[in-house]
Every structure is written in structure tokens, then in C-alpha cells.
């Protein structure tokens, strides 16, 4: 049976054992860095740190609200 290269998405609600993520085939790991004009995930920047020593690739993505868009794009690209 061959694995196929997989992607999870995760956020900071999330529980997460990455030794058991790598060993089950994951490759890739997507984590919301961000929501709205305000909101920071708290566990973004340690997993990413985490993840990448762990040689996965990583992504981050944006929740986006009805507010300012550039007050959400400014809050991302500091984040993230």
C-alpha cells in the first residue's frame, strides 16, 4: 500500500502530536495565522517553528471578516 502525500489544517483549537502527523505520511501542514482585523493564533508561531525543524512544509492562511480589508491584509502579513 503505497502513502499518499497528505496536508492537514489545522488552527490553535487544534491538538496536534507533529512526531505522529510525520509518521502517519503528512507532508504539509496549513495553520491560520489570523482572523479579522485583530486576532493573532496563539499557537501559529511555536508550530510553525516546530513544524518546519520537523521538515514539514508549512502554510498559512487568513479568516477573513466583513471589516477592513486592509486593516486584515495589514494584520496577516505582520503575523504570519
Same mark, same amino acid.
Do not use: C, P
Given at each position: 500500500?503505497?502513502?499518499?502525500?497528505? /496536508?492537514? &489544517?489545522? #488552527? *490553535? =483549537? @487544534? !491538538?496536534?502530536?507533529?512526531? =505522529? /502527523?510525520? $509518521?502517519?505520511?503528512?507532508?504539509?501542514?496549513? *495553520?491560520?495565522? @489570523?482572523?479579522?482585523? !485583530?486576532?493573532? &493564533?496563539?499557537? #501559529?508561531?511555536?508550530? =510553525?517553528?516546530?513544524? =518546519?525543524?520537523?521538515?514539514?512544509?508549512?502554510?498559512? #492562511? *487568513?479568516?477573513?471578516?466583513?471589516?477592513?480589508? @486592509? &486593516?486584515?491584509? &495589514? $494584520?496577516?502579513? /505582520? *503575523?504570519?
Amino acid at each position: 500500500m503505497a502513502l499518499i502525500n497528505a /496536508v492537514i &489544517d489545522i #488552527y *490553535h =483549537k @487544534t !491538538t496536534i502530536d507533529f512526531e =505522529k /502527523v510525520k $509518521n502517519a505520511g503528512i507532508v504539509a501542514i496549513i *495553520h491560520k495565522a @489570523t482572523e479579522a482585523a !485583530t486576532f493573532k &493564533d496563539s499557537e #501559529y508561531s511555536e508550530r =510553525k517553528r516546530i513544524a =518546519k525543524n520537523m521538515g514539514f512544509l508549512w502554510g498559512a #492562511y *487568513h479568516f477573513s471578516s466583513g471589516g477592513s480589508v @486592509t &486593516d486584515q491584509v &495589514d $494584520n496577516f502579513l /505582520v *503575523h504570519a
